[in-house]
């Protein structure tokens, strides 16, 4: 298959030419060149999506399978479909389950509700504004590839993306501290759930949907988890001599703590009003082809790649080590 890969040098997008080229396909990037180098073996097409004509470089090609990962732009979709559409046999537009509109009830499936679509252009600028768009330009973008490809489009909506590469150091941020080792700060939060996906079982499935033509709408994540449970595997599997302090939420509010991710954070804690965020019907994706590996191998995985970034490095999540001996100290 001749596979264009929309990106292809950061995360999930680099993470799907590498599975593509792994099977053996033909994989074409389309990049900027400001990011990165895409996978040894894939072709370069340079790309600037912020202009009316910046897929020229792509007109009149054909493809098997297009993978766009357009993370917050409604133009970036409308105008890849407009150049690439009908000289493609299939279509992946990578979702989130931020399209969700309610995050509080739990077991939803892909006919829950929706927030309100936005045709706009956020620019991708990382600002408050912005992330409060985000599940809206989501559901925009979604729309207009069904508009084109109907039930035959593959439209994953991933929860968090774990694994080497990601950001973001949320998930990052547990095997990096039990690495660590000594008094840690955990979410007293038996019942809280969660689910994850390791970047590169996404990307297997996305190739795999492109080789199988499978279409349809899906939330792509694991079957959810006690948190605890999770975080013990996590634990378990990277050592560390570690004596766990578990702090009850409302402690963790009182020390302003927040929740899930950013900095002063927990992460991968929700609060029980997002019990619906972390408790999505898994299994018409995993019936669909999806495979989850062990979390011990993410953690593991992880845990190489954050040595390379540095354990003591400044983070965008999680407490630092001044944040949690202030924390333990207020106990």
Known sequence: MRILVLGGTIFVS????????????????????????????????????????????????????????????????????????KNTAHWTFVSTISVYADNATPGQGV??????????DAAGRPTAEVAERYGQIKVASE???????????????????????????????????????????????????????DVRDFAAWIVLAAEQRLGGTFDAISTPAPLPEFLGEIRQAVGGE??????????LAELKVNPWGGPRSLPLWLPPDYDGMASHQARPALDAGLTIRPVAETAVDTLAWERELGLDRERKAGLSPAEEAEVLAAL
Not at 111 to 120: A, H, I, K
Not at 143 to 161: K, Q
Not at 243 to 250: N, R, T, W
């Open 111 to 120: 006919d829950g509700p929706l927030v309100e679509p936005l045709e706009d």
């Open 242 to 251: 570690v004596a766990p302090v578990l702090v009850p939420e409302a402690k």
């Open 14 to 85: 680099k993470a799907v030419a590498e599975e593509a080229l792994r099977r053996g396909h033909e994989v074409v990037c389309a990049v900027r060149g400001v990011s990165g180098q895409v996978p040894a073996g894939a072709a370069t097409a340079v790309v600037d999506r912020e202009r009316p004509d910046g897929l020229a470089a792509l007109a009149g090609e054909r493809f098997d399978a297009v993978v766009d990962v357009a993370r917050i732009s409604f133009p970036w979709v409308r105008d890849a479909l407009a150049t690439l559409a």
């Open 143 to 197: 729309n207009a590839v069904r508009e084109v490809f109907g039930e035959a489009a593959f439209i994953p909506r991933p929860g968090l993306i774990t694994g080497p590469g990601d950001l973001s150091d949320r998930f990052g941020y547990w095997p990096a501290r039990f690495a660590r080792g000594g008094r840690v700060v955990l979410p007293d939060a038996p019942d809280r759930l969660f689910q994850h996906i």
